[in-house]
């Protein structure tokens, strides 16, 4: 027989977002060009950095850390991705 407190434990672990997270992700180096392409086309006046580059991460952290929905967000140590990994959305090369 569930209890009061087993219904609030079960709701609250529903209730959370598993962020798995590792400082390196900000070594990556996005580079700079037409959105992720790194081409400049040779009429651009500034060269775009990519969406997702090291200071937007950091901001998207820092919310995650300390937002209105900090107290929902379950942290974990992440990794650094294998090849096999980034095969799985990057071609080769």
């Known amino acids: 027989m569930a209890t009061n407190t087993d ?10 977002i598993d962020v798995f997270w590792h400082e390196g992700m900000l070594n990556h180096d996005t580079g700079n060009g037409v959105f992720d392409s790194g081409i400049d086309p040779g009429f651009l006046d500034v060269l775009e950095k990519h969406p997702e580059n090291s200071d937007r991460v950091k ?3 820092s919310i995650l850390k300390r937002g209105p929905i ?5 942290w974990h140590l992440g990794r650094h991705a ?6 799985s959305f990057h071609t080769p090369g």
């Not at 219904?7 to 959370?16: D, F, I, P, T, Y």
């Not at 294998?82 to 095969?87: K, N, S």
């Open 7 to 16: 219904a609030v434990a079960e709701s609250s672990s529903v209730n959370k």
């Open 59 to 61: 901001n998207m952290v």
């Open 70 to 74: 900090s107290p929902y967000v379950t």
């Open 82 to 87: 294998l090849i096999p990994d980034l095969l």
